[in-house]
């Protein structure tokens, strides 16, 4: 059986003005996001995963147009979210959620749950006033909590807690597309498993679909199906869990994948040090972004653009950014360090 797209992202670019001089002209932009496309079938796990300050969490945010895109079409069931209203945008809300990083900071400190979730399920009109707080009571329980905490506040929790309220609140308007935007990273490693094997639950017991954000690669490889490798705001490489673990062919998803710890002392494990900083997204390098502190760069690296490419041995859907991936793979191609 084919599997249904959902949400299609063409040629996305997000940039942000830079102001100067003295009438505050716009005299530069940051580059967050330059030119991805991607696609995300129904009821799978995409993972972006990066370095901070790759545009990771700028592609989620223009998605659901939280930041207006500066060009690209974002394709969810057929229609270009970003060419319509913001008044049109609203009854996509209802089927686009996202999940923050601090639910603290996105929860209204001053309103108790039950007001959270039923303003939520109020705005999108998802159920009669009537309904609402039998529903705030089970969506509690689906997320492990107990229907009496529903008239706290989220003071009152920790930060665990908070976090299923965050993805409570998601659920509540019955969503098809969930964006976690590095949904675990700030809670404890024993909260974090609870909270990823809640988000798998869910997402089969509700077909969901979740674009997950984050730089924690023992979590991606947990509940990813796909996943996207990011680089000052372009995408390095696509492929599914396993390929990319197994199978990683650009010479920064390698580097990237050497530095997850092996919880064995006794196994050797080489680590590939990069050196150099990440340029800056203002003035990113020509051609290739990563030859700046790549291995294998040549001038070709520094002129011409690497596109994504299946080659050699790779599965199908699995493309890399590399101009020579045949070589490295060979072994071929000789390190410049």
Known sequence: MAKQELLKVEGLKQYFPIKGGFLGRTVNHVKAVDDISFTVY???TVSIVGESGCGKSTTGRAILRLEEPTEGTVEFRGTNLASISKKEMRKFRKDL????????????????????????????????????????????????????QADRFPHEFSGGQRQRIGIARALSVDPQ???????????????????????EELQEEYNLTYLFISHDLGVVRHIS????????????????????????KHPYT???????????PDRKKERIVLRGDVPSPIDPPTGCRFHTRCPFATDKCIQEE?????????KEGHQAACHYIEEIAAGTKESIY
């Open 254 to 264: 390698k580097a990237l994948l050497s530095a997850i710890p092996v919880p064995d």
């Open 97 to 148: 959620q996202i999940i923050f990083q601090d639910p603290y900071a996105s929860i209204n400190p001053r309103q108790t749950v039950s007001s959270v979730l039923s303003e939520a399920m109020e705005i999108q009109d998802v159920l009669p006033a009537s309904k609402r707080r039998a529903r705030v009571e089970e969506l509690l329980e689906t997320v492990g909590l107990l229907p009496y």
């Open 177 to 199: 597309l969930i964006i976690c935007d590095e949904a675990v990273s700030a809670l404890d490693v024993s909260i974090q498993a609870q909270v990823l094997n809640l988000l």
């Open 42 to 44: 129904e009821g799978e």
């Open 306 to 314: 690497p596109v994504l490419r299946t080659a050699g041995n790779m």
């Open 225 to 248: 199906d796909r996943i996207i490798v990011m680089y000052l705001g372009k995408i390095v490489e696509i492929a599914d869990k396993e390929s990319l673990f197994d199978n990683q």
